[in-house]
């Protein structure tokens, strides 16, 4: 499990990188519970936190973050 603080990067996207990734984010905007996450998937782009922090876990794979401005 991973911490995710707010920063000056308001959008938060997650790509699996090598296999499919079941991924968990709790305190985002769009919450997750053991979502499988696939290549070329869209659903998980964009994404925001809806506090000072929000959670991140993950299993089965590399997960990659993007923070981006816009």
């Known amino acids: ?3 995710i603080k707010k920063s000056i ?3 938060i996207s997650f790509f ?3 296999y499919p ?17 696939k290549n070329q998937d869209t659903l998980c782009i964009s994404n925001e ?3 000072d ?3 991140v876990s993950f299993s ?8 981006s401005k816009d």
């Open 60 to 67: 089965n794979g590399s997960l990659l973050i993007v923070e």
């Open 9 to 11: 990067y308001r959008y």
């Open 21 to 37: 990734v079941t991924l968990t984010l709790k305190n985002f905007k769009y919450e997750l519970n053991e979502y499988l996450l």
């Open 1 to 3: 499990t991973y911490v």
């Open 49 to 51: 936190l809806i506090g």
């Open 16 to 18: 699996m990188y090598d």
């Open 53 to 55: 922090s929000g959670t």
